[in-house]
Nanobody, 122 residues
């Protein structure tokens, strides 16, 4: 059983940066793929990025590729999402999620954090 807690959201101007963190409570974090999803008002939750169990393979949505970087530290049971060159359309609640298989579909993930708000002003 994993409990995930996100942090690092906030308000930033367009072009700025934020770093989100996801901390897990369990001791078997290296068993899990971890992904970030986001949900903007009035929209469905969408895939942002994912990282492999060992942390050496990453996956990104086209909309964030080249601007966002996901990383994983299994020793600390944390996953980070570095977000650069932020745009107003990146504004959303960001969630981290963990699963034992890789998936781009939110409904396949077993464990979720509570979400953290990111707001990018123009």
């Amino acid at each position: 059983q994993e409990q995930l807690v996100e942090s690092g959201g906030g308000l930033v101007q367009a072009g700025g940066s934020l770093r989100l963190s996801c901390a897990a409570s369990g001791r078997t974090f290296n068993r899990y793929y971890v992904a970030w999803f986001r949900r903007a008002p009035g929209k469905e939750r969408e895939f942002v990025a994912a990282i492999s169990r060992s942390g050496d393979v990453t996956f990104y949505a086209d909309s964030v590729k080249g601007r966002f970087t996901i990383s994983k530290d299994n020793a600390k049971s944390t996953v980070s999402l570095q977000m650069n060159t932020l745009k107003p359309e990146d504004s959303a609640v960001y969630y981290c999620a963990a699963n034992t298989v890789l998936s781009y579909r939110d409904y396949t993930y077993d464990y979720w954090g509570q979400g953290t708000q990111v707001t990018v002003s123009s």
